[in-house]
């Protein structure tokens, strides 16, 4: 394709698309090129062995295969970020649910959760729209995840998180239930989807940090609502409102594609990301701090007692039990086209 003259012809926007699709296919199959190849040698290397009745031969030909059997493993699971979106970058909200300073609090501890797993995956993070509790916590959070597949696996996370603790808000050391959202979208091209300026109000505010600090001068902040639809996004944390304004428009596109999938699904409700009320029975994930300690995923049924770890960004085994319930629902649905499939929690 890139050596055709005609490709090159082809506007600049269209030429990236096409690159980065090529991209996301040659990394999907090179592994299991390299697992073909090495299962080659292996059995070659078998028979020759078994030839030669070459004990020690054989015992590396056994370690191998086991080592092959692995890679086979981690493979099988990349099919399930095999989605259009999947390789993307990810916008990553969190949302408090009612409950005032303590679901605000849970916010922040999930977001904080959520950073430090980018932070394993090595993925650079940028800071997008924050609006926090004037006690402690976040009201809600937007950052920009950057990094190879940050949308297919931070899709996992899509939902409603509830945490079951004794209240540090609480003098009578009672124990409270919050609750608390996240919600991922792919960062794409505005090429993706048209956008009308007719359909928009732009509303332009002063950004402000926790407790008032780096407040700006100018009302530098952008708040962009589509109007046919409702939806809505939002930036503050770039030095000028045009640059605020295109990250918002960025954001803005990604909901309105969401939106029009899950129409196309047959799936959409009232809200446009379908998580439905941050509340309780909608819950993908519980972790409860007392009076027993206990994460569970209620979609997948994985569950650990060290909280700790979890709260520290250790999800991982949370995000591959759902990458591979992504591969058990069958072929009928293309994993991570519109996010997660959501379901009631227990």
């Not at 590396?60 to 493993?73: F, G, P, R």
């Not at 394993?120 to 609006?131: C, I, L, P, T």
């Not at 206990?294 to 007692?305: A, I, N, Q």
Request: with cysteine; glycine share 8%.
């Amino acid at each position: 394709m890139i050596a055709d003259a005609a490709f090159w012809s082809r506007p600049e926007e269209a030429r990236t698309a096409a690159l980065e699709e090529m991209k996301r296919l040659k990394a999907l199959l090179e592994p299991w090129r390299v697992v073909r190849a090495s299962h080659a040698e292996l059995a070659e290397l078998a028979a020759l062995a078994a030839g030669e009745d070459d004990a020690e031969t054989l015992d590396e030909v056994v370690h191998e295969l086991s080592v092959l059997e692995a890679a086979i493993e981690k493979n099988t699971l990349s099919l399930a970020l095999s989605g259009p979106n999947d390789p993307a970058n990810a916008y990553l909200s969190v949302h408090a649910g009612a409950g005032g300073t303590e679901s605000c609090d849970w916010a922040a501890m999930l977001l904080r959760m959520l950073l430090r797993y980018a932070e394993r995956k090595r993925w650079a993070v940028q800071g997008v729209d924050e609006v926090s509790d004037e006690q402690a916590g976040v009201r809600s959070a937007t950052v920009l995840v950057k990094g190879s597949f940050a949308y297919g696996y931070l899709k996992s996370e899509i939902g409603v998180h509830r945490l079951v603790r004794i209240s540090p808000f609480d003098a009578a050391k009672r124990r409270h239930t919050s609750f608390a959202s996240v919600d991922v979208l792919p960062e794409i091209p505005r090429v993706e989807i048209e956008i009308e300026e007719k359909d928009l109000r732009i509303d332009t505010y002063r950004a402000g940090g926790k407790g008032g600090q780096h407040v700006n001068v100018t009302d530098s902040a952008v708040r962009i609502t589509h109007l046919p639809t409702g939806v809505v996004a939002s930036c503050q944390n770039e030095r000028s409102q045009h640059q605020n304004r295109t990250v918002a428009m960025k954001i803005l596109a990604a909901k309105l594609k969401r939106l029009t999938e899950s129409k196309r699904e047959q799936a959409a409700q009232k809200m446009y990301d379908n998580k439905g009320e941050i509340a309780w029975g909608n819950q993908i994930r519980s972790y409860v701090l007392q009076p027993y300690q206990m994460v569970k995923d209620h979609r997948t049924g994985r569950e650990t007692s060290n909280v700790e770890a979890v709260l520290d960004g250790g999800i991982e085994p949370f995000v591959e039990a759902y990458l591979r319930s992504i591969l058990g629902e069958g072929a009928g649905r293309a994993a991570g086209e519109s996010g997660p499939r959501r379901v009631k929690g227990r």
